[in-house]
Structures are given as C-alpha cells and as structure tokens.
C-alpha cells in the first residue's frame, strides 16, 4: 500500500521528538566561518566514535559542508535560543557577531557552548532533500553540569519545563 504522507503532518509528528539543538560549523575555502542550526544529530558509533547530521540540499551553506571536508558540533545550552535563531536566520555571517575560538581541525566553535564534537567527514550518504553526513570526532569537549536548550513541538523549550 503506498500512503502519501502530507509533509505538514509528518513535520507535526516528529515535532513530538523533543532534541537538542546545535550548530554545525565548518569554513568556506576562502576561511570564513559559517553554520547552520540543526536538530538532526545522533552518535552513530562509539568505536570508532561516529556522529551524524542531516544537512538539506537548500541550505544556504550546503556546498561549504561537502567540500570542508570537516565539521564541529555545537550542542547549545538552555540559555542560548539566540544563538539557535541567529544561525537558522543568517548562517553565512551569524558568526561575525560573536567572539568564537577554533578547534584542533579549523573549525569554528560557539562561544560557551554545552558540548563540542569535532570531526572530519566519513561518509556523506543520500538522505531525499537531505544528505547525512557522518564525521568521525577527534575532539570532544562538554560541561557536565549544564542543560541543553530542546526543540519541541516547533519550539524551544527545555529540560524540566512546562
């Protein structure tokens, strides 16, 4: 039986997924700092240690991503919907507004964030109007005592919130 699936619907229902938001981050070839908001991020491995994100085909910084060759995860505190908005909104510039440090591999990290994975690309695999691309991390960073800003239901929330 082939059901079509309404997208508005289908969005709604993984809307019942409560995740973590974080900015993915990476460098043009000419070494500016772009990233994107994403809520599609999982561990895939832990030997070797393999995480994986969800880029769509129509972000704005797609090209950048592939051909880096790398990519650093920043899981974003409760306090930092700011952050997440300002990446959805103008990742190609949103990290010019902010002081960010480097990682190991070059990319660029969001100030104070909860946890920071970074990684070189493994594998990139088709994904409909997305692509998955697995890194596999060299680097890893994060603060045990800090809660993460969620999405939920199309906004933010957090942990122990109404």
Not at 122 to 133: F, K, P, S, T
Request: charged share 20%; net charge negative; proline share 4%.
């Amino acid at each position: 039986m082939n059901m079509s699936i309404n997208p508005r619907a289908f969005r709604d229902a993984m809307g019942c997924f409560a995740s973590a938001v974080t900015v993915i981050s990476t460098t043009t070839a000419d070494g500016q700092a772009v990233g994107v908001t994403v809520n599609s991020f999982n561990s895939v491995s832990l030997e070797p240690p393999l995480v994986l994100f969800c880029l769509g085909r129509d972000a704005s910084n797609f090209q950048h991503f592939l051909n880096s060759g790398r990519f650093a995860v920043n899981i974003l505190r409760q306090d930092q919907d700011k952050v997440s908005s300002g990446f959805a909104s103008d990742g190609g510039n949103f990290f010019q507004t902010m002081e960010n440090d480097v990682s190991e591999l070059g990319n660029p990290l969001v100030p104070n964030a909860l946890a920071m994975f970074d990684c070189e690309i493994e594998a990139v695999h088709e994904g409909g109007d997305h692509v998955i691309l697995i890194g596999r991390v060299s680097e890893l960073r994060h603060d045990p005592d800090g809660d993460p800003l969620l999405y939920y239901r199309g906004r933010y929330s957090s942990v122990g919130s109404d």
